[in-house]
């Protein structure tokens, strides 16, 4: 069975802090890998998206990096805010040829001003 | 460009009651997904539909059911409603080459069963 786990399930950490949130899985023949904020009560918002051929993508001060061979995933936050409170999922895509996505548990992430 | 659209937003049925949920995708985009969230089990695909024809199902009984038009607008239905079907039923968009493309999601349709 493909699983996805995130830990921790929930972190804390004061303004400005850079920070790393986890995801392992345990299926490596992943095709892509998805990283999602949500704040409570709304939809997923897309983060960024490594393709399988990729180690990392960068997005302002959002860096996801993917090693398939050890099953892991890591999102870095650079200078955190206020703002970057949600939970945060990742979601690889185990399935070629759809757009399955298998999702972790998310981290519950909290910046204290 | 306008994203994902999910009606309702909210709705409250009881026991018994089928129940119909809309999504329209982005457009352009020809791969509609849904999916449940719940507190205890969290985000579970339920399926995808490509040029309305479904491409992939999760482990859901018979009740639930979807389908797509020709215009990649989907609904999905969820006949017979009991209590644990209550959540979040999210729905995602993309271009839907099979090649493991970036999904966008909308906002969500919040079921409350009584």
């Known amino acids: 069975k493909q699983e996805v786990t995130q830990i921790p399930a929930a972190l804390s950490v004061p303004e400005g802090e850079n920070l790393v949130l986890n995801c392992s899985f345990t299926d490596s023949a992943i095709y892509n890998l998805q990283w999602f904020r949500q704040d409570p009560g709304k939809g997923l918002t897309s983060l960024l998206l490594i393709q399988s051929s990729q180690r990392e993508q960068t997005s302002g001060r959002l860096n996801a990096s993917l090693d398939k061979s050890s099953g892991r995933s890591t999102l870095y936050i650079a200078a955190s805010q206020p703002g970057d409170s949600a939970t945060y999922l990742c979601a690889p895509n185990f399935n070629f040829g759809n757009e399955k996505l298998t999702f972790g548990t998310g981290t519950r992430l909290t910046i204290i001003p | 460009k306008a994203g994902v659209t999910q009606t309702p937003r909210y709705l409250i049925k009881t026991r018994g009651q089928q129940v119909t949920l809309s999504c329209s995708p982005i457009s352009g985009h020809r791969s509609v997904s849904w999916y449940q969230q719940t507190p205890g089990q969290g985000l579970q695909f339920l399926f995808e539909y490509f040029s309305e024809t479904q491409r992939n199902k999760g482990n859901f009984p018979g009740r639930f059911s979807g389908r797509q038009f020709s215009n990649s607008r989907s609904e999905m239905n969820v006949s017979t409603l009991e209590l644990g079907d209550s959540a979040l039923y999210l729905c995602?968009?993309?271009?839907?080459?099979?090649?493991?493309?970036?999904?966008?999601f909308g906002e969500g349709s919040r079921l409350t069963v009584l």
């Open positions: 995602a968009s993309s271009l839907g080459l099979g090649d493991g493309g970036e999904l966008f």
